[in-house]
């Protein structure tokens, strides 16, 4: 996806299973992916968010208290 932002976020390894249906849900703003498996007990979230939605999914990772590593 051209001209997106990529957001990395670390969420714990068991909590993906709810991580990831959610942000699937924003299908045509952002393309999720997890890289490779965790291997300790934090996933990180790979998320290309299109640039006309980049400020909406700062506020709504900000509002889920999630960080872009």
Not at 9 to 23: L, R
Not at 31 to 45: C, G, H, I, N, V
Request: include cysteine.
């Amino acid at each position: 996806m051209k001209d997106c932002k990529d957001y990395f976020i670390k969420v714990p390894k068991k909590e993906v299973v709810f991580y990831a249906p959610f942000f699937e849900a924003f299908q045509g703003m952002l393309s999720l992916r997890t890289p490779e498996p965790p291997k300790d007990d934090f996933a990180t979230l790979h998320i290309h968010v299109s640039p006309d939605f980049t400020g909406a999914f700062e506020k709504l990772i900000k509002k889920m208290k999630l960080k872009n590593v």
